[in-house]
């Protein structure tokens, strides 16, 4: 299956991967060492967040369904 964060746009993509691993916004905001409202601004569009944000999250819960190609370098 192949999911494209441009489909959804940067703000969804990491609310869809946030729920797709089951996480809460202060779980996900633990893991990657933010506060939760910089979760919360992420999924709502107010603050932008590098594709690394995206990447670690892909790495730690294994989600063979994102294909990495769309991402460019």
């Known amino acids: ?6 489909r959804y ?3 969804n993509f990491m609310r869809f991967l946030r729920e797709a691993t089951g996480l809460t916004q ?8 933010v506060t939760e ?4 601004n992420y999924e709502s569009g107010k603050t932008n ?5 995206i990447e670690k999250i892909i790495e730690k819960f294994d989600l063979d ?4 190609a769309n991402r460019k370098h």
């Open 9 to 11: 746009g940067k703000a």
């Open 26 to 33: 202060r779980e996900l905001a633990e893991f990657l060492k």
């Open 1 to 6: 299956m192949q999911i494209s964060w441009r």
């Open 37 to 40: 409202r910089t979760i919360q």
């Open 49 to 53: 967040f590098n594709s690394d944000k």
């Open 65 to 68: 369904i994102i294909v990495r």
